[in-house]
């Protein structure tokens, strides 16, 4: 009987050191998640700013273009 006793407290001890862990990692994913999540939407409001630029740019070059045809 004693031995059981012993197998049990091992048991419990196991659980309880792997339940420590994995709440730790679980916050650990949490924080990643966290910042996975910041940085898609600053990506995303990086692209949209590019798209923004880009259409500003080809616009003015159009501008550019008719100055010069006017001036002609």
């Known amino acids: 009987m004693s031995m059981d006793y012993y197998i049990l407290i091992g048991v419990g001890a196991a659980l309880s050191v792997l339940g420590f862990f994995l709440k730790r990692m679980k916050e650990e994913i949490d924080l990643i998640k966290a910042r996975n999540a910041r940085l898609e939407i600053n990506q995303a409001r990086n692209h949209e700013r590019i ?22």
């Open 51 to 72: 798209n923004n630029l880009e259409k500003v740019v080809e616009d003015r070059r159009d501008d550019i273009k008719r100055l010069f045809e006017l001036n002609k």
